[in-house]
């Protein structure tokens, strides 16, 4: 069985910065992609990072250029480093892995950005 624990949320002033972690532990296999997810009351999940294996990235439009998506795979950890944090980026953040043929999220930590 696969968990994935998030860390790193919290409450952050505009212009600020939180790093996210995400730890894979368990019957791990492969991991095919490893990213982060979030989600707003009353809306669909969106994708904020992903990292595909081979190191190839994908980022949502609202997060490039502040956010960063990386990963340490001795430690099946990936990391979202996020800079020049706004008020709309206020919500639960869930970590998502791709494990040979099957998908696994985190219970997500909450992002608050506000002054």
């Known amino acids: 069985q696969v968990q994935l624990v998030e860390s790193g949320g919290g409450l952050v002033q505009p212009g600020g910065s939180l790093r996210l972690s995400c730890a894979a532990s368990?019957?791990?296999?492969?991991?095919?992609?490893m990213g982060w997810y979030r989600q707003a009351p009353g809306k669909q999940r969106e994708l904020v990072a992903l990292?595909?294996?081979?190191?190839?990235?994908n980022y949502a439009d609202s997060a490039k250029g502040r956010f960063t998506i990386s990963r340490d795979n001795a430690k099946n950890t990936a990391y979202l480093q996020m800079n020049s944090l706004k008020p709309e980026d206020t919500t639960v953040y869930y970590c998502?892995?791709?494990?040979?043929?099957?998908?696994?999220w985190g219970r997500g930590t909450q992002v608050t950005v506000s002054s």
């Open positions: 998502y892995a791709r494990i040979g043929n099957f998908d696994y």
């Open positions: 990292m595909i294996s081979g190191g190839r990235t």
């Open positions: 368990g019957s791990i296999g492969a991991i095919n992609a």
